[in-house]
């Protein structure tokens, strides 16, 4: 699993970086981004995982997201991955919210995209291996998730799906339940098949319906946030955490839209929230 | 003058805005961003402008320059201009560093240049009667300037040639003297001809050497900066300073570049270094 530098950037005393490498995984190269915050020489430091969105891939959140600040003072490195498999040879859709730049974070069953889409499987193993092996400052005994839209849905349903992997679960706007919206309709209908029972280890109200457990989450939602009725939903995770007695912290952010603008606002507070449960 | 609203969006509890204007100085729309941070109804805040580098928009700082959360806690408007008059009647040229994205703050006396090119007059004069006249809360007694690279030119010059307007002038690697440098040489000629007695209200260290005065200036410049021997120089701004009595601190930044990763690690502080000159 060789390692390719695509650049690198001093930034706010520690070094941002985008990489490259080829995937068993996914069969494909696959682009991610670092931010590793300045520390000294042999120090160990926690991870969080940022899971981007539709159509985005790891630069959104680099270029836009103002969370090296919070992640240099808290000592936290940062990493985006993509949302997708991409290039000539994979598959895709004329929409944008499926196929490239819209992997769901789920292994696909359905040709054509059983091959490459295995994001699911990427982001819980090939990923964290790489990192393992070509960051020996990353701890990942200290391991949390966030991420935003499609990515929150990936936080959720990959932290609720691995809760001894991650000390703590956050999301901006997450697709809480795709077995109940437009954008997880097609996707997970696509990736996975009409057998509804297969969609519901993807699907974050499903999961804790069916059981699976943590201590608490933190959601940030913007009440402006135009997919805030048709896909995002969050009332359906309030009802899923209340019955299953998990501590939601579902903040409503009044004025806030979907934008990189409601993200940066308060990715740094959710970089302190899981930075005090990393070090915790 | 009236003004077009193109997208607002809310953030770090403000209104990050950009907005269109037809401009009598340049004779075409001209495009910028305002960043409005939360304020009491009637209240008056100050203003600090950012000037951008070559090839830049008003976006760039907007998206990646990471300043909300400072100018939020401070009360800073912060207004990012482009960087020259647009469009396909607009004189262009093939380089990256000369006509379009590469006004140079200069009011140009050549043509094809001399119709629309008028930075100077855009920046000094008309942007600030709209500003005044289309945000009440913008406090035009109190202003400040800093930018970037040729934008840094741009808020050296024009701040030291309007000492009474800018309670505080700092830079991000600024092109100091643009007489004596390549970039500066051929935007200097190309706008004003080969005069280069005309030049010298275009150039920081010219300005100073003839007499130009401020108490203090704040530039920070990346070591690693890919510019810095060939065109930016900080050095002479250091000498002309030093001549001069003006209390110059350039602070060398060891390992940073000229990117926005280091634009948007010390933003935040210049923001606060203005606010506390702004509101003293």
Same mark, same amino acid.
């Given at each position: %699993? ?31 981004? @670092? ?34 600040? @919070? ?10 991955? +993509? ?5 000539? +040879?994979?598959?895709?859709? +004329? ?23 295995? %994001? !699911? ?7 964290? @291996? ?6 020996? %400052?990353?701890?990942?005994?200290? $391991? ?5 839209? %499609? ?9 609720? !799906? ?17 077995? $109940? ?38 959601? +940030? ?60």
């Amino acid at each position: %699993m060789p390692i390719e530098t695509l650049s690198t950037f001093k930034a706010h005393g520690g070094t941002q970086g985008v990489y490259r490498h080829a995937s068993e995984t996914t069969s494909t190269d696959m682009v991610f981004s @670092a931010y590793v915050p300045p520390h000294e020489e042999g120090a160990k430091l926690p991870v969080l995982w940022y899971l981007s969105g539709l159509t985005c891939t790891h630069a959104n959140v680099t270029e836009k997201g103002e969370f090296r600040a @919070a992640c240099a003072e808290q000592g936290v490195i940062l990493i985006a991955p +993509d949302t997708s498999p991409r290039g000539q +040879d994979v598959a895709d859709d +004329d929409g944008y919210d499926f196929g490239q730049g819209a992997g769901f974070y789920v292994d696909a069953t359905r040709d054509p995209w059983a091959g490459h889409f295995r %994001m !699911r499987s990427y982001i819980e193993q090939d990923l964290p @291996a790489l990192i393992a092996a070509e960051f020996p %400052m990353a701890d990942l005994d200290r $391991q949390s998730i966030t991420g935003h839209s %499609m990515g929150g849905h990936g936080a959720l349903t990959i932290g609720l !799906r691995n809760p001894g992997r991650f000390r703590s679960i956050s999301a901006f706007s997450p697709i809480v339940a795709p077995s $109940q919206c437009p954008w997880g309709d097609k996707a997970l209908g696509g990736y996975l098949g009409d057998d509804r029972a297969a969609w519901r280890e993807y699907d974050a109200c499903a999961l804790i319906e069916d059981g699976a457990r943590v201590s608490e989450l933190l959601v +940030d939602q913007g009440d402006g946030d135009q997919f805030l009725t048709e896909q995002l939903k969050p009332e359906l995770l309030a009802e899923a955490c209340k019955a299953a007695g998990i501590d939601l912290t579902l903040r409503m952010q009044p004025g806030y839209d979907h934008s990189y603008y409601f993200i940066s606002t308060f990715l740094p507070d959710h970089v302190a929230w899981h930075a005090a449960r990393l070090k915790g």
